[in-house]
Nanobody, 123 residues
């Protein structure tokens, strides 16, 4: 069973940056595709970014392309989401999720989830 824990959320002003971390225990994350999702109040959970397990290909939602960067540090068994130029509409609870096979934009394709970390973008 993959156990994931997110960290790095917080309050930031518009235009600011945050780096979210997704740390794993019990497994080697390198073997998993890791997705970042977010859910704002009253909205459905949406995919933000994903890094594949095979060749570390990266994928981004149009809304974050050019502002967010996903990466993994195998030595630390951690995946990161660097978020720059943050906007109020980025406010949400951010989750990381693991899948044994492929990246996907569908939350139901991911079997393991962290508890989430809150990101609030406000002046």
């Amino acid at each position: 069973q993959v156990q994931l824990v997110e960290s790095g959320g917080g309050l930031v002003q518009p235009g600011g940056s945050l780096r979210l971390s997704c740390a794993a225990s019990g497994v080697t994350l390198d073997y998993y595709a890791i997705g970042w999702f977010r859910q704002a109040p009253g909205k459905e959970r949406e995919g933000v970014s994903c890094i594949s397990s095979s060749d570390d290909s990266t994928y981004y939602a149009d809304s974050v392309k050019g502002r967010f960067t996903i990466s993994r540090d195998n030595a630390k068994n951690t995946v990161y989401l660097q978020m720059n130029s943050l906007k109020p509409e980025d406010t949400a609870v951010y989750y990381c999720a693991a899948d044994r096979y492929l990246c996907s934009w569908h939350p139901t394709d991911f079997g393991s989830w962290g508890p989430g970390t809150q990101v609030l973008v406000s002046s």
